[in-house]
């Protein structure tokens, strides 16, 4: 059964106890304070100008959001969405649908990801300049394609396209999967669910985080932090970069063909900067980690002994830390949020510093 049929069904009046919802905010931010405040968290060192941004008339697919105290896996960010971006707080009660004549597609995007008939289009675009060599930021997909049956069947179109402006390099899309099971690295639902009987297989499922609804259990979506049907896990857009030289970037989401359904990214925010790292002091001693891209386990083998290993995320917090007192050492990183980390390992007064992705 949809579950949006099984929902209407029931009286939401008798549920005496909602958990907290997300919160959106469409005035407080401009679509330059939510590239320079939001995204980039404010950082100084990334110089960023041309901020341009397009979504429906009627209908704003842009907003700001935060946690608000529920189990959401980011803080805040930014949300793009083919529908009205204010209604993406739970619970997980209607069918999402922001249609709205005139709302068109989106060139850039169906040249990026191949998709055609795109509408409902909502992007920010801007131009930046790196003082490192990497970028990255983390993104979730929710969309009501995610209903227990319409995932497999139909689609949205997410793109972030980089281009490096300085030397014209060929734009390419960031928003890709580690690893595909199937060879297609395109983060979109019908890309990334389960198993849906007499439909279709999984595709890729490793990446489908959960749905916002159980029709066993009426309060799965009642006390859904957004509204939408289901969701990914937080993935990465990463991306090598040439300090000094000047990057544009397009965050953009659409619809492919059907209007009908809503999707939207949720970007988390303060993750964006670009900012250079303290260099480690330099000595002659090797570090050997094993594997950079973890899900579990980091193996890390040193010339010296390791007095402490500590794990860093990309805000500069301490999130774990050991003292192996050993040349040899395990990390375990299966409690880590999916990201980016730096392992600064002390070794005999010096220490290294290098980058981990989990999973």
Known sequence: MNKKHFLYLIAFSFISSVNAQITTNNTTYSSVQL??????????CVTITNVQSYTGTSVNGIAYFEKN?????FENGIILSTGNAMEAPGPNDEILSGQEIGWIGDTDIENATGDVNTGNASYIEFDFVPTENEINFRFILASEHYN????CLNSESLAFILTNLVTGDTSYNLAVLPISNNGNEQVKTDN???TMMSLCYEENEQYFSHYNFDNTDLSVA???AIEYGGQTVP?????NVVPGDVYHLKLVIADVNSLNLDSAVFIEGGNFNSCPTPAPPVNNSNVNLYPTYADEKVAISADLKMEEVVVV???GSVVSSINPNSRDCVLDVKDLQSGIYFISISMNGVK????????
């Open 35 to 44: 590239i320079e405040e939001v995204l980039n968290g404010g950082a100084s």
């Open 69 to 73: 105290g529920t189990n959401f896996p």
């Open 148 to 151: 227990m049956g319409n995932e």
């Open 192 to 194: 990334i669910h389960l």
């Open 222 to 224: 009642q006390n859904s």
């Open 235 to 239: 993935l990465t857009a990463f991306a």
């Open 313 to 315: 995320n990309m805000l």
């Open 352 to 359: 290294k510093v290098l980058r981990i992705v989990r999973k």
